[in-house]
């Protein structure tokens, strides 16, 4: 299970360089979500991978009874997931803006914060 | 003290909460100063409890390390707060007349004072994917701020910012996750423990290199800076300042904390890459901004420039370099946002700050003038003021090493800064102004002149004190320094339950 | 959209969804739930309604502005956590009071984490909400 997610991981990481490295910055928030995505497998499988019951302690319990899984990176995954989710919102509609003011969504053409300098005249 | 550590970070929010709960009326604005006034009083009495205790931690809802969330302060968090705090105040009051009623109904309090929050918990905190979540914080409140009003340049500039800072966030991300795989723990001090028991050391380097690049980025590092004099041109005035003076030190900060306290284990090689980080940031930086011809361009550069300095003191990583960094984030915050400040003043009262369309501040604003001249001449390394002790306790630090390059680069690189602001005070101050106006700062109305000017008198006169009376904050930067070297203290007060 | 049955059928489900929200919501301190999820389930149902009739009906139909909802939640929550500091706790310490408790019953918990809850309920609901609007708006 593990080299499975293993290569799951370097399939996203290959497949988001690959989007990540175009002109256009749709592309570029694609690969964006994918290698967060692959960032947040990489939370989950270092949190080992068990095959347990869900970590829910039992009315009267003080503790989690038999084998059950970690709890924690599943939390942090979530944590993860959900700012992922903010982010990704955030950027979708910077490019939706910039495509609407600047005209375009090639990043070589976005140069009016950084004007090109006139070529020696 | 769990009072004493947790109102800096409360602060801010609650301050937020209120101040865009009241954006529609001047009670806004005015929140923002006081909620930042009351924040520099917090941060003061953390200092002084820090100051006493040494190092001082709390455990967040009672669980104990290494299990919850642990705030911790020691000497280098509490002055960082303490220099945030300051900066939030003059911010906040500058902020009353720079941000228009439109900016002010779009939530600027709010983000300001989120973005203040996020700094300060990432200051604070003692967890790992704790402080990635106050970066995150960070990240999403400068995101709004960098394009409130929505310019074309500010678009232009935010897609640079925001897609080079999602990259770093998940390779932050990614590396907490490989080392909670090694370690089974967040908890820094507790990480610092078992990171030495880790068999693989030869992944402890690889995630070391991970966060070096993933900080490197907030941090503006060569080769990973291209978003910073990209965006920092852009914003309001006071949206500039801010995070010229506080969000790349932040990435500093994190540098310092991770590679003193986490990653110790393979110093010659990390350490080694962070030398050359430094002088090739420290060069870059500079000739940028030699090549700008824009008040604000130039400064952004020298932000990059100046990081270097920060990065050589920790790569030297010798008790006198490690103090000399500390010293130079403070002084460093102080003056760079200060500048961002002038240069709003000088764009309000000259009409623009690229140099080649205004000129003649020195004549008719010969207070602005004086105002300027303290942190751009602290900046370059003039005697006596604050940069020259930082310099010269970085270049004393790396001869003591025999680091000889890096100690010519940065006394070269300081010439060249000097270069830069005198290029600045030339142009905007000495030659007259280019349209035969008279920009005098009484165009601007008395409240106005308030509003923006004790700010920044207020800051310089710090670089004054840092500048005149060196030895308390030398002394008190080689404590931080030792503290760092020698974590031992913070270990056992996160993990002791000393809380 | 202009479709008669998506408009009729969003006036129920916007409430039902609301509704299940609320459930959600209460009953996530013991079993799987909580304001997050609740949250996202309540902002779906306002979802729907800007769908199906427009986001200015469904502004109206919300009173408030989302974005002030959810910064009214970040308050809840800031509160909730600070107010174990007066019973000299840790901050976000869970505090606890029982109502009509007896020997064998607790009667009815109430707590800062459902006050905790809630906050971070209307922080979801709110923001999720202000970005939608924005987006349908702008497009």
Same mark, same amino acid.
């Given at each position: ?121 | ?169 998940? *390779? ?82 994190? *540098? ?84 961002? *400040? ?12 690229? *140099? ?144 | ?139």
């Amino acid at each position: 299970m593990e080299a499975l997610l293993a290569i799951t991981i370097g399939v996203l990481v290959a497949t988001s360089v690959y989007l990540m490295l175009a002109r256009n910055v749709l592309r570029f928030i694609f690969g964006l979500v994918l290698i967060s995505n692959a960032a947040n497998l990489i939370i989950f499988v270092s949190g080992r991978l068990t095959a347990g019951a869900p970590p829910l302690i039992p009315e009267g319990a003080d503790g989690p009874v038999g084998d059950v899984a970690n709890a924690l990176p599943q939390a942090l995954v979530l944590t993860a997931i959900v700012i992922g989710f903010g982010l990704f919102a955030f950027a979708l509609v910077l490019m939706f803006r910039a495509y609407t003011t600047l005209g375009t969504l090639y990043s070589d053409d976005m140069r009016i914060a950084e004007p090109r300098t006139e070529d020696t005249t | 003290m769990t009072w004493t550590l947790a109102t800096p970070l409360v602060l801010p929010f609650l301050t937020a909460v209120l101040a865009f709960l009241a954006r529609y009326g001047a009670a806004g604005r005015w929140f923002s100063v006081a909620g930042n006034a009351v924040l520099l009083a917090a941060s003061i009495l953390l200092m002084v409890r820090v100051l006493d205790q040494g190092v001082i931690a709390a455990q967040m809802g009672g669980w104990s390390a290494p299990f919850g969330i642990t705030l911790v302060a020691d000497y280098l968090s509490a002055v960082m707060v303490v220099i945030t705090a300051i900066t939030a105040l003059a911010v906040s009051v500058y902020a009353l007349t720079d941000i228009d009623a439109r900016k002010e109904r779009l939530g600027y309090h709010a983000l300001f004072n989120i973005l203040i929050g996020g700094v300060v918990g990432a200051f604070l905190t003692g967890d790992l994917f704790n402080l990635y979540v106050w970066f995150e914080v960070m990240l999403i409140s400068s995101f709004g701020l960098l394009i409130l009003g929505g310019n074309k340049d500010q678009i232009d500039g935010g897609i640079k910012y925001v897609t080079l800072n999602l990259i770093s966030t998940i *390779l932050f991300l990614s590396g907490i996750g490989l080392l909670y795989g090694m370690t089974g723990t967040l908890n820094m001090a507790d990480i610092a423990r078992t990171l030495d028991t880790v068999e693989n050391q030869g992944l402890v380097t690889v995630v070391a290199m991970m966060f070096m690049v993933a900080f490197g980025v907030k941090a503006a590092v060569f080769p990973l800076f291209f978003w910073l004099p990209a965006a920092y041109h852009t914003p309001a005035f006071s949206v500039s300042a801010v995070f010229a003076g506080l969000l790349t030190k932040v990435g500093v900060y994190a *540098l310092i904390r991770m590679f003193t306290l986490v990653f110790d284990g393979d110093v010659a090689f990390t350490h080694q890459i962070l030398l050359w980080v430094a002088g090739l940031t420290m060069v870059t930086g500079v000739l940028g901004a030699a090549a700008q011809n824009d008040m604000r361009k130039i400064l952004s550069f020298h932000i990059v420039s100046q990081i270097g300095y920060m990065i050589m003191g920790l790569a030297l990583l010798t008790p006198l370099a490690v103090a000399g960094a500390v010293f130079y984030l403070v002084h460093h915050i102080v003056v760079k946002a200060n500048l961002f *400040l002038i240069a709003g003043v000088a764009e309000r009262t000259a009409g623009s700050t690229n *140099l080649d369309r205004i000129g003649g501040l020195y004549k008719s604003a010969p207070l602005l003038a004086i105002l300027f001249f303290i942190p751009a001449f602290s900046l370059a390394g003039f005697p006596p003021l604050s940069g020259f002790w930082a310099k010269y306790v970085l270049v004393a630090a790396a001869i003591e090493d025999q680091g000889w390059i890096i100690a010519a680069v940065a006394l070269l690189v300081g010439l060249l800064t000097i270069f830069s602001m005198t290029k600045i005070w030339a142009e905007a101050f000495w030659k007259p102004h280019p349209e035969g106006a008279d920009p005098a700062l009484s165009q601007l109305t008395p409240q106005a002149r308030r509003h923006l000017l004790i700010p920044i008198a207020g800051l310089a006169a710090m670089t004054l004190v840092i500048g005149f009376s060196p030895d308390p904050f030398v002394t008190f930067a080689k404590d931080a320094a030792a503290q760092l070297l020698d974590p031992t203290a913070y270990i056992t007060t996160v993990l002791g339950g000393k809380a | 959209m202009n479709s008669i049955i998506l408009r009729v059928g969003t006036q129920y489900l916007c409430g039902l969804l609301v509704l299940f929200s609320l459930y959600m919501l209460i009953r996530g301190h013991n079993e799987p739930g909580g304001g997050f999820i609740g949250g996202l389930i309540g902002s779906t149902g306002f979802v729907l309604f800007a769908l199906a009739c427009g986001t200015a009906d469904a502004r109206n139909a919300l009173k408030v502005m989302p974005q002030n909802i959810a910064m009214a939640g970040l308050g809840i929550a800031l509160l909730a956590g600070i107010f174990a500091a007066f019973f000299g706790d840790a901050l976000f310490t869970g505090q606890w009071l029982f109502i009509n408790e007896t020997a064998d019953s607790k009667g009815i918990p109430i707590s800062t984490v459902l006050f905790f809850d809630i906050g971070v309920y209307l922080v979801v609901f709110g923001s999720i909400l202000s970005i939608v609007f924005a987006m349908e708006e702008e497009i």
